[in-house]
């Protein structure tokens, strides 16, 4: 089993920038593409960004130059540094690993923007 633990969601001005944490343990061997995914109310779940232990990394286009997601293999981390922050980034944040077959999801952050 694997937990994953975020922090750093919170309530920010538009135009203003989060750091979004998720601490991976437990069984984390082979852990290999880890992620942020948001889900606003009323909306689907959508992939925000991810990231291979190599460092390849995917972005949906509404965050493209404005997130970054990293990752710190040494401790099992991945962040997600969100600038320019717009009320439509509004949302419950997930962080999702990927080991082998199987995906474990954390428990969510709120992230609010007011206009």
């Known amino acids: 089993q694997v937990q994953l633990v975020e922090s750093g969601g919170g309530l920010v001005q538009a135009g203003g920038s989060l750091r979004l944490s998720c601490a991976a343990s437990g069984s984390i061997f082979n852990i290999d593409r880890m992620g942020w995914y948001r889900q606003a109310p009323g909306k689907q779940r959508e992939l925000v960004a991810d990231i291979t232990t190599g460092g390849s990394t995917t972005y949906v286009d509404s965050v493209k130059g404005r997130f970054t997601i990293s990752r710190d293999n040494a401790k099992n981390t991945v962040y997600l540094q969100m600038n320019s922050l717009k009320p439509e980034d509004t949302a419950v944040y997930y962080c999702?690993?990927?080991?082998?077959?199987?995906?474990?999801w954390g428990q969510g952050t709120q992230v609010t923007v007011s206009s």
């Open positions: 999702k690993a990927n080991q082998n077959i199987r995906g474990y």
